[in-house]
């Protein structure tokens, strides 16, 4: 049985959902303008969502200290993000609006996620474009001028921007611009190269953390008025996924541990337009945009086992199949319908490329249509990228694709402050699980990180600080100095097992079981046969790891080891969480629940809430507590693409 | 769009197998700042022509562990070639031999089996070697955070489409905005300047209409601090354009240039202790 925790509120407003955001902002505390420099802010993580936070919490006037364990804040894998990022600007005269993102973001997200949040995302969506045109982000443009827009997977209106294929690197640039400004100005203190490897709470109030500095091997700790965690998703728990080889779950996992629940674990987004594996030693996935399926066409062999080469497949011995079974959105079905699509063709031996895990996307259709030089101008550095990999030339031949792990919409609980439940801890973007509820529309998760950092927290940090009256505390503190010998020690463990094994051997052995067993499709055998084997994975690691060198100097298999342990507990979690949520939904696709062709079947009236996991000590089952979700305004419908 | 005809002249032969091979590795090993470092031999690496170059060096530093030996530190994220992370120097070339590529999408097919690599860090004063083949580059923030930006503070911004931009002009601006900050650039100069990546980011700037208040200011204060990151001049050997992996035009420091003398005709607007143009 799983202990049932108290209920969580979040706090929303009541009331018009157009006006929620308004009177909350009218009804928010504020901090006098000279008082502000008396508090201050650390930010980890400096993707967009922390150093849009950074920069505009260092404008106001507040002391932030910002810390990422790349070299430079300019490197955060928000970077990778190609395809674009949306907003209500109707700008096409194509009949968008606040509403109808809010309503495709709702739907889009199999209704698990927060109502009053969404919107609040959709009003800010416009903000953003105004906010990263004026720090010089160079979108693509018309001839006229003005903005250009494409369209995305699961809209039926162009709202997406973009700067070619890097749309992630451009705001990412402009948000990193921002930041150094304030840092040029002495309003913000970086750590680059420094992670964050523990949360400190004192008197039930996170307060600081404990870093260590990757090049030196020193652990330290900053004391502040509040923590902001902006540390991205989890997808590497699967080894493999589109994610940079630093992300982890480190950050969110010690807050976690720290007191933080964890929601909605379970929901990971496979994104269907992946370059497939080429061996054992296959390092990480590379995603192609999703944009590419506004002129690609995914199809397999309508018989098994047909491994003529493409050219020689006649027209009608081709399955177009997302236009067969979704006519209505054809090749841009949001992303987990796209992805089981692919799965099934695959698994009824109708795959191509080596190994049989791949489908076509093809483009011969739009060259024809369009010419070369169109196809060349919107997609020519993804173009590029596929070849480089494949060593094949897409114009030439169909990209062969296949999904991979992408991203997560779970993370840490918050409210709609974006305050997790430990006070003084506030989590924004990927970190957190608040917007895309079980599936995240593409072009999406730009618009919330840049929403959460540049638009939501400078307001709710602010009601904090006027409506909680603290004491300061400094480093001194029993609490920092017992944090950090705790992470001493567990450096110091981590460092004396001396054993036989590596830490990838480790990382790759749990990827491989979470993608078979917690992948693409999940069922009630497999998540117990994880939730057996987990543990014994993670015994064997702190009995069998190998972590050469030493922690007083630059030490990768060190940072990396500290990451896979913190994965092997998490995964558990993970999985259990999965093994609970007995419905289909976005993301987190049970076996067991689905119609006779093959659609997600939800259950909203036993599971419409969001699950929010209490760590309760090592080797207890963690404590769920419930959000209860209300669709008061988008109605709880079956999706539908067809 | 000039300049940027991705061609394919520089595809390796497709009839080229998946048979395994086997490269003769020469590797940077520098235990730390103070260590004067030196060549390592690792001969007769097993790989497959379809790894990045990257997962090579990844199985090898599997092989040393399993050995008890410390693994070969590199620089590497999001190994898709957007996060400008990786920096190795392969057979004296950044990122080595395939134009517009960084080592992380670089594969093994571009090389041949048998083939000895030579493997450094990225060499410059500015620079400096923190372990074996990981570098420093503060220096490159440091001359961002000078004036490379629109002093813009968030909220109250005019809408998107107040300003139309002609295309053209946003195009070039994109084209210079790029640049991923590697540092190839300067590794691959022979003076060891940083010229192309801080023209790239005056020239992103200065083409849209966003960047013209600042123009001037933000050409004299990168500049300023790029000579005191110890960054040498550009004496038109055109490396950098040579290796960069996203191939930004040479084009940029000649704005770069332009920008700079203009301001310096009014270099007394300047406030002395201006500590940056914000």
Not at chain 1, 198 to 207: F, L, Q, T
Not at chain 1, 620 to 639: G, S
Not at chain 2, 200 to 211: D, M, T, Y
Request: aromatic fraction near 8%; proline fraction near 5%; charged fraction near 25%.
């Amino acid at each position: 049985m799983i202990p049932v925790g108290s209920p969580l509120d979040g706090k929303c407003p009541s009331g018009p959902i157009e006006t929620r955001w308004e009177r909350c902002k009218a009804e928010l505390k504020l901090v006098n303008p000279a008082n502000k420099r008396k508090y201050k802010v650390i930010v980890v993580g400096t993707g967009l969502a922390g150093a849009s936070a950074a920069a505009t919490l260092a404008e106001l006037g507040y002391q932030v200290e910002a810390f990422c364990f790349q070299d430079s804040p300019r490197r955060a894998h928000s970077i990778a993000a190609q395809g674009g990022i949306n907003a209500a600007k109707n700008y096409q005269n194509d009949g968008d609006s606040v509403w109808r993102l809010f309503y495709d973001t709702v739907k889009g997200g199999d209704f698990r996620a927060r109502e009053s949040n969404v919107h609040r995302l959709a009003e800010c969506s416009r903000n953003i474009i105004d906010q990263c045109v004026a720090q010089g982000v160079p979108f693509a443009r018309e001839y006229g001028g003005l903005l250009d827009n494409r369209s995305f997977g699961g809209a039926q209106v162009s709202r997406t921007f973009y700067a070619r294929g890097q749309t992630g690197q451009q705001l990412l640039i402009g948000a990193y611009q921002a930041l150094a400004r304030m840092i040029g100005l002495g309003k913000v203190k970086m750590h680059p190269r420094t992670e964050m490897l523990d949360v400190v709470v004192v008197n039930g109030v996170a307060r600081g953390i404990v870093v260590r500095d990757l090049i030196s091997g020193k652990v330290s700790t900053h004391a502040a008025d509040a923590v902001v965690l902006a540390t991205g998703g989890y997808g590497p728990v699967f080894f493999l996924s589109t994610n940079a080889k630093g992300c982890n779950v480190t950050a969110t996992w010690r807050a976690h541990k720290k007191g933080a629940y964890f929601a909605n674990p379970c929901y990971t987004q496979i994104h269907p337009t992946c370059i497939p594996v080429s061996g054992d030693h296959q390092s990480k996935l590379t995603l192609m945009s999703e944009s590419l399926r506004n002129d690609g066409r995914i199809w397999v062999p309508k018989t098994k086992g047909d491994t003529r080469s493409p050219d020689q497949i006649p027209e009608d011995e081709r399955d177009y199949y997302l236009e067969r079974r979704y006519p209505s959105y054809g090749n841009l079905a949001p992303r987990d319908i796209a992805s089981r699509s692919a799965k099934y063709a695959c698994d009824e031996g109708r795959g191509v490329g080596p190994g049989g895990l791949g489908v076509y996307l093809d483009f011969a259709e739009a060259i024809q249509r369009l010419g070369e030089a169109t196809i060349r101008e919107r997609y020519g550095n993804l173009f590029d990228m596929y070849e480089r990999i494949t060593g094949e030339n897409p114009y030439a031949v169909p990209m062969r694709i296949y999904p991979a792990v992408h991203y997560t919409m779970g993370g840490l609980w918050v409210d709609y402050h974006l305050m997790s439940n430990l006070p003084g801890l506030f989590v924004l973007g990927e970190a957190n699980f608040s917007d895309h509820g079980a599936n995240r529309l593409g072009a999406s998760a730009l618009m919330q990180g840049l929403a959460d950092g540049y638009f939501v927290i400078p307001y709710t940090i602010g009601h904090f600080f006027a409506s909680t009256k603290q004491e300061k505390v400094s480093t001194d503190h029993p609490e920092f100095k017992k944090a950090e010998a705790e992470v001493t020690a567990r450096i110091h463990r981590l460092l004396a097992i001396n054993g036989k094994r590596t830490v990838d051997s480790f990382h790759k052995e749990l990827g491989k079981l979470m993608w078979d067993k917690v992948g693409m499709a999940r069922d009630r055998a497999g998540l117990q046969e994880t939730l057996r084997r987990i543990p014994a994975i993670r015994e064997e690691f702190w009995k069998n790891v190998f972590v050469p060198g030493s922690g007083a100097a630059l030490n990768q298999a060190l940072e990396k080891a500290g990451r896979v342990a913190d994965f092997l507990e998490f995964a558990e979690l993970l999985a259990a969480d999965a093994l609970h949520r007995e419905e289909s939904c976005g993301g987190h696709f049970r076996t067991e629940y689905q119609t006779e062709d093959g659609e997600a079947v939800r259950n909203d009236r036993d599971f419409c809430y969001v699950g929010a996991w209490e760590w309760s000590g090592d080797g207890k089952p963690a404590v769920l507590h419930k959000e209860a979700l209300n669709y008061e305004f988008v109605h709880l419908a079956t999706r539908s693409y067809k | 769009m000039s300049g940027h005809d991705h061609g394919h002249g520089h595809a390796p032969s497709h009839s080229a197998s998946h048979a395994p091979m086997r490269v003769n590795l020469h590797i940077w090993r520098q235990s730390g700042p103070c260590d004067s470092g030196r060549m390592v031999a690792y001969p007769n690496v097993a790989c497959s022509p379809d790894m990045s170059f990257l997962e090579m060096l990844d199985v090898l530093n599997e092989r040393l562990q399993e050995r008890g030996e410390e693994p070969i530190a590199f620089d590497s994220d999001c190994r898709e070639g957007i996060c400008g992370m990786c920096s190795l120097t392969v057979n004296g070339t950044p990122h080595g031999p395939r134009k517009g590529t960084t080592v992380c999408q670089l594969h093994m097919r571009s090389f041949n089996d048998g083939e000895e690599i030579f493997i450094e860090p990225w060499r410059a004063a500015a620079f400096p070697v923190q372990k074996d083949l990981v570098v420093d580059r503060g220096a490159f923030d440091r001359i961002i955070q000078a004036g490379g930006f629109v002093s813009v503070r968030t909220g109250g911004c005019p809408d998107g489409n107040a300003i139309p931009v002609p295309k053209e002009e946003a195009d070039q601006a994109m084209d210079a905005a790029a640049c991923i900050g590697c540092g190839a650039c300067v590794a691959a100069c022979p003076n060891a300047a940083a010229m192309l990546f801080v023209g790239a980011k005056i020239s992103h700037l200065r083409h849209l209409p966003q960047g013209q208040a600042e123009r001037k200011r933000r050409a004299q204060a990168m500049v300023d601090q790029m000579d005191q990151e110890g960054f040498g001049n550009c004496s038109n050997y055109l490396e950098c354009e040579a290796v960069c992996p996203k191939e930004i035009s040479v084009k940029v420091i000649a704005e770069m240039n332009r920008d700079y003398l203009s301001a310096s005709l009014t270099r007394e607007e300047r406030k002395a202790d201006a500590g940056g143009a914000g």
